[in-house]
């Protein structure tokens, strides 16, 4: 089945400066990504795979090589650009859960569609987190939740805008292994429900097995 | 814009959880603070300001005094009418008054009825007697002669006294007018009477010198704008007087008490900006990651501004209402306690302050809180996957120019001086740097010692060493306020001294005038015999400067139009003197040595010299009793009017205006025995004008008080700005702070080794911060007081103790306090929620 391409990405490079000089910390990786699919990341520790994940989704620029999201190219556009389109097709799921404790679970799932100007965004936020199992629990604020049930927001926030592409670092990471299987679940199922691409980094073999490809890390480059 | 929206919507319903955490609570604290000093502050020197302006209206005895050697038209009081300003009639002329055979050459007021439009007439019932208030003018066929008058006339009250052709019966004593003026010129014995008579006195003969004068008073805008009208309409011949024209004695006086209350609320203000730029740091440090998510999910870095501007708008705009209300508040508090002090009536507060305050508290926000702020904006979205991702670090620039550009706009809004703003603000660069370069140092040396010491202590200089920028920011910070407390307290303690020093002990309490040259030395020896000491005896000759480098004064445009012209054009009173008084400083040339004598030069103060616009060499010639002097000015003086002993715009060398017809003046300090010495003393030297100066003197003394009082309010806001400092120090400190103890006390370290330990490093900050401070506060202080004040400097040591201990135990006790919870706290609940 010959799927049309989200995510692409052709020699990726990434230094950074350090007290010992310059390092190489991703080095000439080459991907593509098709629509709908979902793709584990794996490898050692301080393989690379966050940089790797974070410049695919426009937080971090390569130092070299270039990347298309959603047939765009995000290595040409300024910060704000590359916050337009996150805005529209990007959702991203955290280790850490990363909420507005100052907003209840309702307003942390209403924010992203607020900042692109939805009209409907109360309703569609009520209707994700009902989907999500935290109907009941709209009004309360993140410390007010456990770890399970604000990643379940974290999830809702990042799929309710029908994101082409989905990004998660390790979002089981911080997770006991029950809790962490049912927010897999549901990950997955929103991916295939809203026929939404998954980037998946993590360092739990089960989860990386369930995906549709793994790709694997090793110092920086694509070993696969 | 829709994310705008959001953005906004996003601030204000944080608001309340940020509130809770404290930043926000104490910016409003410090915003609160700030405009509340600046409000208070103002509305009360703007009162007091306005009620100094009526003060010297009551000089002229109005707020608009048009005088004329003619009579004056009635077409300006039917314009005043029109204006619905009040008006009266007051005309001078020197006559003799007869009782029996005793004459007595006195001044004769004669007046209408409403005259004075300000300040009051004050008589007595009795010659020397104690003063009240007088209702209204003597009536028609009633007069109101002096004590001096009575003194020489041998008459009572009740009696008939005759002035010109006019028989009037005496009913009271007079005691003083508002505008009898400090010049002294027109001290002789004087008599108040009716307008109302002044036909039968048959005194008006063609040729008679009679001073007329017309007097306007009323609402502040409407006497400013007849004012012009008046300056365009009036005759040439006709004299305009207004407030602008006080004496020069309480005008500074007054200038000084208002530059002091301008500092003092201004260190207030910079204190406050101080704990907003600590604040805004730790704002912006806990809204790192916010600021990381919401880029992340797409907001822009405008749409991130705009969270925090959203709050700090908010904030402002409360801090602000809260804060003039305060101020106004304050400013009734502090009227109560000054109210007896002010004689005047105060006119109510106006609305400007309130401005100001708002402008201000924006300011601050720019100037202090934004450039962090931006730096949130800068948060790169990568830092949602690595926490160690900051912003770049604020430029220099932005971190600098803003809150430089602030303090300058605030100084000179305050204080109206371009040159004591920029001093202002070179001051605190420099105390600011020198103060990081010191504290960076002391952080050192006390990491040095941490190693030979216990637990606690090695705790404490640890914690110090460690978070070294942090420390060097808090002391800096500490210091600051610390330096401008101590300075203020330098800096009002010698105000004080001065004050006191040049008012009270040297200033004399008499002035006599028209003292008959042959009389001098007698008279001189009567008032040492009965205790008095002359401290300055100057001969006055009246006379009219004609040319200047033989150009007619008439002619004459001038540097500063209206009082160069009343200046030179006027007759004056000159003197000659051999000696220059300690109260004159020679400012070029040099004063008149022993062979200049009887030369034709002159000596020309620097007021005289800047009005006029004069030149060293300039020739300038007198007309003096009808005799042509052309003199060449030798040297200029730089009058200290204040010290009010006698001294004059122009003197000339001795030998020179011997010859011309004069009288001399005289200072004393002189306690009468009894009320009867000054009336023997009259009777024996019935030409000489006596003149009390303890009435003068009070009114000045009354001034200092106010302005005393008002610095001392001016200091609680001061006081509080710098607890605010100590407040949003602890706070930046806080999370960090609970953190660690948690820690420490989970890995087994007793509660009191860890409070001792923290205890110990607010003592650090406290003192290190105290010692600096007094050390900026001497060298600030040295400088304002001479540069700026032009007072003496008096170091003081006591503030070197003061500033190390009041430092450590006012950080100590805050310190306790804010950080006590989060101390005490029980480990695991920190650990958990950190
Ligand atoms: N800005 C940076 N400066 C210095 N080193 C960096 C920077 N960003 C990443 N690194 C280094 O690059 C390497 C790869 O980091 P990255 O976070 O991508 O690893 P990772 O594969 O996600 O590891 P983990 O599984 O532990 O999350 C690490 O050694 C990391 O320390
Ligand atoms: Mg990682």
Same mark, same amino acid.
């Given at each position: 089945?010959?799927?049309?391409?989200?995510?692409?990405?052709?020699?990726?490079?990434?230094?950074?400066?350090?007290?010992?000089?310059?390092?190489?910390?991703v080095?000439?990786?080459?991907?593509a990504? &098709? =629509?709908? *699919?979902?793709?584990?990341?794996?490898?050692? #520790? $301080?393989?690379?795979?966050?940089? @790797?994940l974070?410049?695919? %989704?426009?937080?971090?620029?390569?130092?070299?090589?270039?990347?298309?999201?959603?047939?765009?190219?995000?290595?040409?556009?300024?910060?704000?650009?590359?916050a337009?389109?996150?805005?529209?097709?990007?959702?991203?799921?955290?280790?850490?859960?990363?909420?507005?404790?100052?907003?209840?679970?309702?307003?942390?799932?209403?924010?992203?569609?607020?900042?692109?100007?939805?009209?409907?965004?109360?309703?569609?936020a009520?209707?994700?987190?009902?989907?999500?199992?935290? &109907? =009941?629990? *709209?009004?309360?604020?993140?410390?007010?939740? #456990? $770890?399970?049930?604000?990643?379940? @927001?974290?999830?809702?926030? %990042?799929?309710?805008?029908?994101?082409?592409?989905?990004f998660?670092?390790?979002?089981?990471?911080?997770l006991?292994?029950?809790?962490?299987a049912?927010i897999?679940?549901?990950?997955?199922?929103?991916?295939?429900?809203?026929?939404?691409?998954?980037?998946?980094?993590?360092?739990?073999?089960?989860?990386?097995?369930?995906?549709?490809?793994?790709?694997?890390?090793?110092?920086?480059?694509?070993?696969? | 814009?829709?994310?705008?929206?959001?953005?906004?919507?996003?601030?204000?319903?944080?608001?309340?959880?940020?509130?809770?955490?404290?930043?926000?609570?104490?910016?409003?604290?410090?915003?609160?603070?700030a405009?509340?000093?600046?409000?208070?502050?103002?509305?009360?020197?703007?009162?007091?300001?306005?009620?100094?302006?009526?003060?010297?209206?009551?000089?002229?005895?109005?707020?608009?005094?048009?005088?004329?050697?003619?009579?004056?038209?009635?077409?300006?009081?039917?314009?005043?009418?029109?204006?619905?300003?009040?008006?009266?009639?007051?005309?001078?002329?020197?006559?003799?008054?007869?009782?029996?055979?005793?004459?007595?050459?006195?001044?004769?007021?004669?007046?209408?009825?409403?005259?004075?439009?300000?300040?009051?007439?004050?008589?007595?019932?009795?010659?020397?007697?104690?003063?009240?208030?007088?209702?209204?003018?003597?009536?028609?066929?009633?007069?109101?002669?002096?004590?001096?008058?009575?003194?020489?006339?041998?008459?009572?009250?009740?009696?008939?006294?005759?002035?010109?052709?006019?028989?009037?019966?005496?009913?009271?004593?007079?005691?003083?007018?508002?505008?009898?003026?400090?010049?002294?010129?027109?001290?002789?014995?004087?008599?108040?009477?009716?307008?109302a008579?002044?036909?039968?006195?048959?005194?008006?003969?063609?040729?008679?010198?009679?001073?007329?004068?017309?007097?306007?008073?009323?609402?502040?805008?409407?006497?400013?704008?007849?004012s012009?009208?008046?300056?365009?309409?009036?005759?040439?011949?006709?004299?305009?007087?207004?407030?602008?024209?006080?004496?020069?004695?309480?005008g500074?006086?007054?200038?000084?008490?208002?530059?002091?209350?301008?500092?003092?609320?201004?260190?207030?203000?910079?204190?406050?900006?101080?704990?907003?730029?600590?604040?805004?740091?730790?704002?912006?440090?806990?809204?790192?990651?916010?600021?990381?998510?919401?880029?992340?999910?797409?907001?822009?870095?405008?749409?991130?501004?705009?969270?925090?501007?959203?709050?700090?708008?908010?904030?402002?705009?409360?801090?602000?209402?809260?804060?003039?209300?305060?101020?106004?508040?304050?400013?009734?508090?502090?009227?109560?306690?000054?109210?007896?002090?002010?004689?005047?009536?105060?006119?109510?507060?106006?609305?400007?302050?309130?401005?100001?305050?708002?402008?201000?508290?924006?300011?601050?926000?720019?100037?202090?809180?934004?450039?962090?702020?931006?730096?949130?904006a800068?948060?790169?979205?990568?830092?949602?996957?690595?926490?160690?991702?900051?912003?770049?670090?604020?430029?220099?620039?932005?971190?600098?120019?803003p809150?430089?550009l602030?303090?300058?706009?605030?100084?000179?809004?305050?204080?109206?001086?371009?040159?004591?703003?920029?001093?202002?603000?070179?001051?605190?660069?420099?105390?600011?740097?020198?103060?990081?370069?010191?504290?960076?140092?002391?952080?050192?040396?006390?990491?040095?010692?941490?190693?030979?010491?216990?637990?606690?202590?090695?705790?404490?200089?640890?914690?110090l060493?460690?978070?070294?920028?942090?420390?060097?920011?808090?002391?800096?910070?500490?210091?600051?306020?610390?330096?401008?407390?101590?300075?203020?307290?330098?800096?009002?303690?010698?105000?004080?001294?001065?004050?006191?020093a040049?008012?009270?002990?040297?200033?004399?309490?008499?002035?006599?005038?028209?003292?008959?040259?042959?009389?001098?030395?007698?008279?001189?020896?009567?008032?040492?015999?009965?205790?008095?000491?002359?401290?300055?005896?100057?001969?006055?000759?009246?006379?009219?400067?004609?040319?200047?480098?033989?150009?007619p004064?008439?002619?004459?445009?001038?540097?500063?139009?209206?009082?160069?012209?009343?200046?030179?054009?006027?007759?004056?009173?000159?003197?000659?003197?051999?000696?220059?008084?300690?109260?004159?400083?020679?400012?070029?040339?040099?004063?008149?040595?022993?062979?200049?004598?009887?030369?034709?030069?002159?000596?020309?103060?620097?007021?005289?010299?800047?009005?006029?616009?004069?030149?060293?060499?300039?020739?300038?010639?007198?007309?003096?009793?009808g005799?042509?002097?052309?003199?060449?000015?030798?040297?200029?003086?730089?009058?200290?009017?204040?010290?009010?002993?006698?001294?004059?715009?122009?003197?000339?060398?001795?030998?020179?205006?011997?010859?011309?017809?004069?009288?001399?003046?005289?200072?004393?300090?002189?306690?009468?025995?009894?009320?009867?010495?000054?009336?023997?003393?009259?009777?024996?030297?019935?030409?000489?004008?006596?003149?009390?100066?303890?009435?003068?003197?009070?009114?000045?003394?009354?001034?200092?008080?106010k302005?005393?009082?008002?610095?001392?309010?001016?200091?609680?806001?001061?006081?509080?700005?710098?607890?605010?400092?100590?407040?949003?120090?602890?706070?930046?400190?806080?999370?960090?702070?609970?953190?660690?103890?948690?820690?420490?006390?989970?890995?087994?370290?007793?509660?009191?080794?860890?409070?001792?330990g923290?205890?110990?490093?607010?003592?650090?900050?406290?003192?290190?911060?105290?010692?600096?401070?007094?050390?900026?506060?001497?060298?600030?202080?040295?400088?304002?007081?001479?540069?700026?004040?032009?007072?003496?400097?008096?170091?003081?040591?006591?503030?070197?103790?003061?500033?190390?201990?009041?430092?450590?135990?006012?950080?100590?006790?805050?310190?306790?306090i804010?950080?006590?919870?989060?101390?005490?706290?029980?480990?695991?609940s920190?650990?958990?929620?950190?």
């Open positions: 089945m010959e799927r049309k391409i989200v995510l692409e990405a052709k020699e990726l490079t990434r230094k950074v400066s350090s007290p010992e000089g310059e390092l190489t910390i080095d000439g990786v080459s991907l990504i &098709g =629509a709908g *699919e979902s793709v584990a990341l794996v490898g050692a #520790s $301080g393989a690379g795979k966050s940089t @790797v974070a410049m695919l %989704a426009g937080l971090d620029l390569p130092t070299s090589g270039r990347i298309w999201l959603d047939g765009r190219e995000l290595t040409g556009m300024d910060e704000d650009a590359r337009r389109l996150r805005a529209d097709r990007v959702g991203f799921v955290f280790q850490a859960f990363h909420l507005v404790p100052s907003l209840t679970a309702l307003e942390n799932v209403m924010l992203p569609m607020e900042l692109t100007g939805r009209s409907d965004a109360r309703q569609a009520h209707e994700i987190l009902q989907r999500v199992g935290l &109907g =009941a629990r *709209e009004g309360h604020y993140p410390r007010q939740l #456990s $770890g399970g049930e604000q990643q379940r @927001v974290a999830l809702a926030r %990042a799929s309710v805008t029908r994101p082409a592409v989905l998660a670092d390790e979002p089981t990471g911080n006991d292994t029950a809790t962490g049912s897999c679940q549901l990950l997955f199922d929103l991916n295939r429900e809203f026929n939404t691409t998954l980037v998946l980094v993590t360092h739990d073999t089960t989860l990386a097995a369930r995906c549709d490809r793994i790709l694997t890390m090793a110092a920086g480059r694509l070993v696969t | 814009m829709s994310s705008r929206r959001a953005a906004v919507l996003l601030g204000l319903r944080s608001l309340g959880r940020e509130w809770r955490s404290g930043d926000l609570a104490v910016l409003f604290i410090a915003l609160f603070v405009v509340a000093a600046l409000t208070g502050v103002g509305f009360l020197v703007d009162r007091i300001d306005r009620a100094m302006q009526l003060q010297a209206s009551e000089v002229l005895a109005a707020d608009l005094r048009l005088t004329s050697p003619d009579q004056i038209s009635t077409t300006y009081e039917t314009e005043a009418d029109r204006r619905n300003l009040l008006h009266a009639r007051a005309a001078q002329l020197i006559s003799v008054v007869l009782k029996d055979e005793a004459t007595q050459l006195t001044n004769v007021h004669v007046v209408t009825a409403g005259y004075p439009l300000r300040g009051t007439v004050r008589v007595s019932d009795r010659p020397f007697g104690a003063p009240q208030a007088a209702q209204g003018v003597p009536a028609p066929g009633e007069c109101w002669p002096d004590s001096r008058v009575l003194a020489a006339l041998g008459a009572q009250v009740g009696d008939v006294v005759n002035v010109g052709a006019a028989p009037l019966r005496v009913t009271r004593v007079l005691i003083s007018r508002p505008d009898q003026g400090s010049g002294f010129v027109d001290l002789a014995p004087s008599l108040l009477m009716n307008e008579d002044l036909p039968a006195t048959q005194l008006i003969q063609p040729g008679s010198r009679v001073r007329y004068a017309a007097l306007f008073a009323g609402d502040r805008r409407a006497a400013d704008s007849f012009l009208w008046l300056q365009k309409n009036k005759k040439p011949a006709e004299r305009l007087g207004d407030i602008a024209t006080i004496s020069p004695e309480v500074s006086a007054t200038r000084r008490a208002g530059r002091f209350l301008a500092i003092a609320s201004l260190v207030s203000v910079l204190l406050c900006a101080v704990a907003i730029a600590m604040t805004a740091r730790r704002y912006v440090q806990r809204h790192l990651d916010l600021a990381a998510l919401l880029k992340t999910i797409g907001a822009s870095r405008a749409d991130v501004l705009w969270v925090c501007l959203t709050q700090l708008i908010c904030i402002a705009i409360t801090a602000t209402l809260f804060g003039s209300l305060a101020g106004f508040g304050a400013q009734f508090a502090l009227l109560a306690v000054v109210g007896d002090l002010i004689a005047t009536e105060l006119p109510p507060p106006g609305f400007m302050p309130v401005l100001l305050g708002f402008a201000a508290a924006l300011l601050l926000l720019v100037g202090f809180a934004l450039p962090s702020m931006l730096r949130l800068r948060v790169p979205a990568m830092r949602v996957l690595r926490r160690d991702m900051g912003p770049p670090p604020l430029g220099a620039v932005l971190a600098f120019v809150a430089l602030a303090v300058a706009l605030l100084v000179m809004q305050v204080s109206g001086d371009m040159r004591m703003a920029l001093g202002f603000v070179a001051g605190l660069g420099a105390a600011a740097l020198s103060l990081m370069a010191v504290a960076l140092l002391l952080v050192a040396g006390v990491a040095r010692l941490r190693g030979r010491l216990g637990v606690a202590w090695r705790y404490g200089a640890a914690n060493a460690r978070r070294r920028a942090e420390s060097v920011v808090q002391i800096v910070s500490l210091g600051l306020g610390l330096s401008a407390l101590l300075l203020l307290t330098i800096l009002r303690g010698n105000l004080v001294d001065d004050w006191r040049r008012v009270p002990q040297n200033a004399p309490n008499y002035f006599f005038v028209n003292i008959p040259t042959q009389d001098r030395e007698d008279f001189r020896g009567m008032l040492s015999a009965d205790g008095g000491t002359l401290s300055r005896m100057l001969p006055m000759i009246r006379g009219r400067m004609t040319q200047i480098n033989g150009e004064v008439a002619a004459r445009r001038f540097v500063d139009g209206r009082r160069g012209e009343g200046l030179a054009g006027r007759e004056q009173n000159l003197t000659w003197s051999a000696e220059i008084g300690p109260d004159n400083r020679i400012t070029e040339g040099h004063w008149f040595t022993a062979e200049e004598a009887g030369q034709p030069l002159v000596s020309v103060a620097t007021d005289m010299q800047e009005s006029i616009g004069l030149k060293l060499g300039d020739k300038l010639t007198f007309d003096i009793a005799e042509t002097f052309e003199t060449t000015i030798s040297s200029f003086r730089e009058v200290q009017w204040d010290s009010l002993q006698p001294n004059f715009f122009l003197m000339f060398p001795p030998g020179l205006l011997e010859g011309a017809a004069g009288t001399w003046m005289a200072s004393a300090q002189y306690r009468p025995t009894d009320p009867g010495t000054i009336a023997s003393l009259v009777r024996r030297f019935p030409s000489v004008s006596i003149f009390d100066m303890d009435d003068l003197l009070g009114q000045v003394r009354s001034i200092i008080d302005a005393v009082l008002a610095v001392q309010g001016v200091f609680i806001f001061t006081l509080l700005a710098g607890i605010v400092v100590l407040l949003a120090a602890v706070q930046v400190t806080r999370d960090e702070r609970r953190y660690e103890s948690a820690m420490l006390r989970t890995l087994g370290a007793q509660r009191r080794t860890v409070v001792a923290v205890m110990l490093e607010f003592l650090l900050i406290g003192s290190l911060a105290g010692i600096m401070a007094s050390a900026a506060a001497s060298i600030g202080s040295y400088f304002v007081s001479t540069r700026l004040l032009e007072i003496p400097f008096r170091p003081d040591p006591l503030i070197w103790i003061g500033g190390a201990l009041g430092g450590a135990l006012l950080v100590c006790i805050a310190g306790y804010a950080t006590r919870s989060a101390l005490l706290q029980p480990p695991m920190t650990l958990r929620y950190g």
